[in-house]
């Protein structure tokens, strides 16, 4: 871990008292921690946009209805085609009629899109939605 350095930041006074509510809502213990949150998914978020091919971290969460015609088939054949980037799936039946299922994804981000963006988009799934992040030695590495 780098050195520590303390910084003094000019904000007007209503945007710092929304962000002291917002980040005591979310049980921040102080406002550094919050803004070195803040910052690392800025950045996880530029790199992401600026180098499509760098490697992430991701998960995909899916809610779908499993008397969906052909839909399990579909996703389970959409998942062999990019089984490099899949490191596990979880399957859970949460009802009578829906399942859910979490994806670990470990790759090159515009691959995982590409899988993410495939199965959200198939019929009969319900909700869903990609996380993307990557490992803490790349948020800040230069390339
Ligand atoms: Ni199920």
Redesign the pocket.
Known sequence: MSDLIRFGVSIDQDLLENYDRLIAERGYATRSEALRDLIRDTLIQQKIEIQPDIEVLGSLTLVYD?HARNLSQEMGSLQHDFHNIILSVM????SHD??MEILALRGNASEIVRLANGLLSLKGIKNGKLFLTMASSSITSSN
Do not use: A, K, P, W
């Open positions: 499993h399957h859970l039946h949460v829906d399942c």
